[in-house]
């Protein structure tokens, strides 16, 4: 007896491919709370500040470092972490960070002093080093083109809710139980999570679950390519650059702000720390949502033109340092808070423009190490430098005064967008015979 097959393999097709983005998402979500650990980890110890500042008798300066040694060691590290982590393999690279980074936090638990605090924060860089790189280049890799920047805008967010829940649940367990348990049970989350992510993911998963555009042209590891073959894929051209830089000055903004929040709530504001926290985590909170809305109205308006996305990055940054500045001036009291809020909305947008920018002007093979060198200069000139840089001001001249004319740091980032959208229009007529006399695309 003859049976018909002919809608057997469309079925099975189809089948399929509504597996692969099931995975897909399954593997989104759990990133995303890996993500969160990541940041709960490193920002939880704003929050106490005060309480380390009271018991160790520290200056603004240190306190500033204590933070501060995290993203300079992950901009330090991650290139040569992601590089190591194409070739040995990014499943098995970001599941040892994971578990570096949990240890770590629970050395800073057990910290006695200023130094040991160091030592143990270090640690925890060396473990969040390429963590941020390689897993967006892994979901890369199982999403298609189209949805970059909603990608990069989720994906990232979660360092901004990290941050929120780090900051906000480490005030309120140090004010019931002390501070010591506020680190260790973001430790402990980091060990659930890993066992987790060892269960769920793997290689030949990930390489089953990539969509059609993507297929055959990211690879999970095992990626060898010379020294100057790689610092060609990395920095391809002058716009390319201004997309690292930008994004990194931009994030010198959103550092210093997550850092410091906390304190100036609680100096100036008068408020308790636990109250501080939450509050600052609300602002947090605010700046995750428009992380994530900007890379989706980014993904709506861009389509696949580069050159707008190049302008939602200067329209971003426009709108970022005109709202800070206004609400920063203000005096103390709910209308300053309630103008912070759209300030903040815009300051992670950096993230998913400039991540899309880059997927779209560099090869797919070294994504890993394009978003590494992405890291390493939103660590070393944000994120590290934000924090340290205040913190030497507000011994100066006081906090409040620092925190007023950080918002004029976005003239900065502005004018980096607005030279590398210059570099593009002539890098794209100069590269096509066909848009020498047209609109850069």
């Not at 933070?67 to 499943?91: C, E, H, Y």
């Not at 892994?138 to 900051?167: C, D, E, W």
């Not at 989350?189 to 890993?194: A, E, K, P, Q």
């Not at 980032?413 to 066909?434: I, K, Q, Y």
């Amino acid at each position: 007896m003859n049976l018909d097959t002919s809608n057997a393999i469309p079925v099975a097709r189809a089948k399929a491919r509504t597996d692969a983005r099931i995975y897909a998402w399954v593997v989104f979500a759990l990133m995303f709370c890996l993500m969160l650990s990541d940041y709960m980890s490193r920002q939880a110890i704003n929050a106490l500040f005060p309480l380390l500042k009271v018991q160790w008798q520290v200056s603004d300066t240190q306190l500033g470092s204590i933070s501060s040694i995290v993203p300079l060691t992950v901009g330090v590290l991650t290139l040569p972490f992601s590089i190591i982590a194409d070739r040995w393999g990014r499943v098995k690279s970001i599941a040892l960070m994971v578990a570096v980074w949990s240890v770590a936090t629970l050395g800073c638990a057990i910290a006695s002093s200023y130094h040991e605090m160091v030592v143990a924060r270090f640690f925890v860089g060396i473990g969040e080093a390429a963590y941020g790189s390689v897993g967006f280049a892994m979901l890369l890799s199982i999403f298609p083109k189209h949805m970059r920047s909603s990608v990069s805008g989720g994906f990232t967010s979660a360092g901004a809710f990290g941050s929120v829940l780090g900051v906000s649940l480490s005030g309120l367990i140090a004010t019931h139980f002390g501070w010591r348990w506020s680190m260790g049970i973001m430790a402990v989350i980091g060990f659930v999570l890993v066992i987790i992510y060892c269960g769920v993911v793997t290689e030949k998963r990930l390489a089953a679950a990539q969509p059609d555009d993507v297929k055959g042209t990211t690879g999970h590891g095992h990626v060898k390519l010379s020294p100057g073959a790689l610092f060609s894929g990395v920095f391809p051209s002058r716009s390319v650059f201004c997309a690292y830089l930008g994004c990194a000055l931009q994030v010198f903004i959103q550092g210093t702000l997550f850092v410091w929040l906390p304190s100036y709530l609680n100096r100036y504001w008068g408020m308790p720390v636990s109250e501080a926290a939450v509050v600052a985590a609300g602002l947090v909170l605010a700046s995750a949502v428009g992380q994530l809305v900007c890379g989706v109205a980014t993904d709506r308006v861009s389509g696949d033109s580069l050159l707008k996305r190049w302008n939602m990055a200067i329209g971003y940054c426009l709108a970022l340092g005109t709202l800070l500045a206004i609400a920063l001036r203000m005096p103390h009291g709910n209308l300053q808070l309630v103008l912070l809020v759209p300030g903040v909305f815009f300051l992670a947008s950096s993230w998913s423009t400039c991540s899309a920018i880059l997927a779209g002007s560099t090869p797919p093979a070294i994504h890993g190490s394009v978003f590494a060198t992405l890291t390493l200069f939103n660590n070393i000139l944000g994120l590290a430098a934000g924090p340290i840089v205040t913190g030497m001001v507000a011994d100066a001249v006081g906090l409040e005064v620092a925190m007023r004319w950080l918002p004029l740091a976005a003239v900065l980032p502005f004018t980096v967008f607005a030279v590398g959208r210059w570099c593009f229009v002539a890098e794209s007529r100069g590269s096509d015979p066909l848009l020498r006399h047209s609109p850069a695309t």
